[in-house]
């Protein structure tokens, strides 16, 4: 259908819309035309997919299955704007994943670890492998994939269209072109592109990949409700022994190479001492070349590489003692046997203390190691890997000494101006506190999920966040540090109750159940919790999920479940699966369980929150008619990290300890629960089964879809009443059903136009309101003309026009007065 959204023409490619989508896309627009950033909730299987034309559009997605989604329904629509005779000659859609996914190479693609097949990769398709390569055919490997790009002319190495992965993939075998590069080189000349979160957000790929995009791009996060964590991981790093050890080889590796290249070609360590002096744009000329991303840094500021490298290290030898002390002096650190925890800046203190290395230097640690690496021509970089972390660690240590003060004031700022810094360096000897041999790692923690943020925000005008679970939508700006134009949530419409939320409080024995420490392993509680995983296997169809706190505790439950012959009673009615940490084994439980919901048999999947199951899988009509959370899936707070963080949160956004918790263990809650529910036409019942869900405050933080839907009769269930409401609930929605939701849950063309007319109306009454009061002219009286006004009027106020009505505001805030929204006034100028 075709309708408009004021002067933009909306070509949607169904019949009918759904309301919160109508909304969602008119806060879209208002966020667009703003140039600003938005936070907007709505459940998923919705319909949030979007394309705006004119502006690239970015969109980052979590997973390889999102990604390819999200690329069908972009070829749905542009085949929908094509019959509907929309003009998108030239228009390219393309989605971006890693190397693993994407390699055609006949050896490197069956590597199946993700590292290895970019080393490989990078091995085979540096700029000097390449150069060496071409000038002496046969003396190096080389991909011919790789090689095959340099025969199109470069900017037309796609045609025109969608491509999804697959498709990408079956061009690239016909053409014996490498799919990876293919995309990777069209990424500045394509419309839409849809790629993972960490493109953008980890600085050490957002560099190689994103760096050209345009200012004007539209940024989507979707499935944003981790992005902070997202964040956090891409500037946190952890260091072990066995990654020092491994790293001092390739140093002794590394000068090794150097004396053998003053034997063979000295020129070339001379040439690039010469362009050091230049600073590193000069001795990274290689970055122009857009394939050759040999070591990835993670920090890089503009006026760094334009910065001549510290003369104590420009001298290949003299930059590989640097990291050799540096290697040493991180062991010796290691040796502690108590836990320190300690700023970047009294770090930097200790290691100049005892080994005299600057911070200048430091800083240009991992930039001046990838020059080494090309300036050596070094192959098999999967070897070199614990090095470039530990120089990378260097950098953003280095970096980072210092925190910036944000913009709203920290709560706490230190003496010399600055904010505590957003990292912390955290050693921990022991692995487990009841460990006797140590193990230790040194963690370098960010704390500041909107340091990896900041670049987005300043780099585009408009980023929308955007999810079915991101309640309460306040946290997110604060924590990321932005301010947005709007932030909605959506209700959900719904002809019929297609989901029942209940929170069971307590067993039929009427015992408390809870997964507070204290509690959670009662035999009464486990118990409890035992016999709603019975009763409803029995009431509820085909597949049920079940969800834990942590695998820890599930494990405990399960082993107790054992015990008390729980499990035997579920397997009467339905096959067990369970989650574990391996991917592998979770996927094979995975296709069982979906075979054992076909086939009729029923299956039960015991999983975590926080796991994959819970973020990526979906588990839509018989895969999942029931989801039970089991407690509330708070973190481990004995975490030193998440201790760190919580202060940090405390000092700079004054955000509570337990309010963050409370919102961090309730958007995961909300995710789990909303794995049951993947569009309108699906129906389940979501259960939280402990008593602190029936709490206030607790439950203000679910996403409102599902909070609209918890009355309170159902917030304080105990088992028996709830299998009973679970019961008439199936027997209810069994019924037979005009599916057709007309006017309610969804919208044909009319029902829009009524809408849009009725919005005017209200609109026209509140201006004509307005008037009556005084506080505007209505224009037979005297009132301004139609023209806008460009100096804002005598009186310095402001105009904005109507059909019906002129209107002479004195201020602004006489609309707030009026309940306007003045910036809703059409054609409104403001002086
Ligand atoms: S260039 Fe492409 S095909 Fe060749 S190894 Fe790399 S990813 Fe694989």
């Known amino acids: 259908m075709l309708f408009y959204l004021d002067d933009l023409p909306v070509l949607f490619p169904y019949d009918r819309i759904y309301p919160e989508q109508y909304a969602y896309m008119a806060d879209l627009k208002r966020t667009l035309d703003a140039n600003g950033h938005c936070v907007l909730e709505m459940p998923s299987g919705t319909g949030k997919t979007f394309y705006g034309r004119n502006r690239k559009l970015i969109y980052c997605s979590r997973t390889v299955p999102e990604i390819e989604k999200a690329l069908a329904e972009l070829k749905r629509l542009m085949a929908y704007r094509e019959e509907m005779g929309a003009r998108d000659e030239g228009f390219r859609g393309m989605g971006l994943t890693s190397r693993r996914n994407l390699c055609l190479h006949p050896d490197v693609s069956r590597e199946k670890k993700g590292k290895i097949v970019d080393a490989r990769c990078r091995d085979l398709t540096s700029s000097f492998a390449c150069e060496k390569g071409r000038a002496e055919p046969g003396s190096v490997e080389l991909c011919s994939f790789h090689e095959e790009l340099n025969n199109y002319e470069a900017g037309n190495l796609l045609p025109t269209g969608i491509w999804t992965l697959e498709d990408v993939k079956r061009y690239g075998r016909d053409k014996g072109v490498c799919p990876y590069f ?27 990949v994103s760096k050209e995009m345009s200012k004007e791009s539209i940024v989507v996060f979707d499935e944003a409700h981790n992005i902070d964590n997202v964040c956090l991981e891409s500037l946190s790093i952890d260091l072990t022994r066995p990654m020092l050890d491994s790293a001092a080889r390739s140093v002794t590796k590394l000068s090794e190479k150097i004396e053998e290249i003053k034997r063979t070609d000295a020129s070339k360590l001379q040439d690039e001492y010469a362009k050091l002096v230049e600073g590193l744009q000069e001795a990274n000329n290689a970055r122009e070349r857009e394939d050759d991303d040999v070591m990835a840094n993670p920090v890089l500021s503009d006026d760094m590489i334009k910065e001549a490298v510290p003369g104590n290290i420009r001298k290949a030898e003299h930059f590989v003692a ?41 800083r240009f640690c991992a930039e001046r190691l990838t020059s ?25 240590v280095a970096t980072y000494e210092k925190g910036k003060v944000s913009e709203q004031g920290p709560a706490s700022v230190a003496a010399d101006g600055y904010a505590p810094t957003g990292f912390l ?47 309460p939508l306040d946290m997110y700006p604060k924590i990321l540090g932005f301010t947005p134009v709007v932030i909605e949530s959506y209700p959900m419409t719904l002809t019929r109750n297609a989901f029942l939320p209940m929170v069971i409080t307590r067993g039929s024995d ?6 507070r420490f204290e509690v959670r392993n009662d035999p009464a509680v486990v118990r409890n919790f035992g016999s709603i995983l019975i ?17 820890l505790y599930m494990e405990s439950i399960v082993a107790a479940w054992n015990d008390m012959g729980i499990l035997n009673e579920v397997w009467k009615h339905k096959l067990i699966f369970v989650e574990t940490p391996d991917a592998a084994e979770t996927s094979i439980a995975l296709d069982n369980y979906r075979k054992a919901c076909n086939n009729g048999r029923g299956a039960v999947l015991l999983s975590v929150a926080r796991g994959k199951v819970s973020e990526g899988i979906d588990f839509d009509h018989n895969y999942g008619r029931a989801v039970i959370m089991f407690g509330i899936p708070y973190q481990y707070t004995e975490s030193r990290i998440l201790k760190a963080r919580l202060e940090f949160l405390r000092d700079h956004h004054r955000i509570k300890e337990t309010d963050y918790l409370t919102f961090d263990a309730m958007r995961h809650a909300a995710q789990c629960v909303g794995r049951v529910l993947r569009g309108k036409t699906d129906w389940g019942l979501m259960v939280f089964a402990d008593k602190r869900f029936a709490r206030a405050d607790k439950r203000a933080k679910l996403p409102r879809w599902i909070n609209q839907y918890i009355t309170e009769p159902h917030s304080n269930l105990s088992t028996d009443m709830a299998i009973h409401l679970s019961k008439l609930f199936i027997r209810s929605i069994s019924q037979p059903f005009d599916h057709s939701q007309t006017g309610i ?25 307005a008037a009556e009061v005084g506080l505007i002219k209505k224009k037979d009286e005297g009132g301004a003309s139609l023209q806008p006004i460009k100096d804002g009027g005598a009186d310095g106020g402001f105009l904005a026009y109507d059909d019906d009505v002129d209107i002479m505001m004195e201020d602004e805030d006489e609309f707030a007065s009026l309940g306007i929204d003045a910036s809703e006034l059409e054609g409104m100028e403001l002086a």
Request: charged share 25%; proline share 5%.
């Open 182 to 208: 293919t995309i990777r080189r069209m990424l500045t000349h394509a419309d839409v592109i849809i790629y993972s979160f960490h493109y953008l957000l980890d600085p050490k790929i957002a560099d190689q």
């Open 322 to 362: 640097f990291l050799k002390r540096f290697v040493e002096y991180m062991k010796t650190r290691m040796r502690v046997l108590h836990v320190v925890a300690e700023t970047p800046q009294s770090f930097l203190q200790h290691l100049k203390d005892i080994t005299y290395i600057e911070r200048r230097p430091l």
């Open 372 to 396: 080494l690496v090309r300036t050596l021509e070094l192959t098999n970089l999967d070897e070199y890997h614990a090095l470039q972390k530990i120089a990378s660690f260097a950098t953003l």
């Open 425 to 471: 360096l955290i050693l921990e000897p022991y692995e487990t506190e009841h460990a006797t041999v140590p193990n230790p790692i040194f963690h370098f923690v960010c704390l500041d999920p909107a340091l990896a943020m900041s670049p987005v925000f300043e780099r585009f005008s408009s980023v929308i966040i955007t999810s079915g679970t991101i309640s």
């Open 510 to 515: 009427q015992v408390a159940i809870s997964s």
């Open 535 to 551: 009763e409803m296997s029995k009431a509820v169809p085909d597949g049920l999920v079940a969800f834990f706190p942590s695998y």
């Open 745 to 769: 849950s969804l919208w044909t063309l009319e029902d829009i136009e009524e809408r849009q007319r009725r919005e005017k109306e209200q609109m026209d009454n509140e201006l004509a309101d």
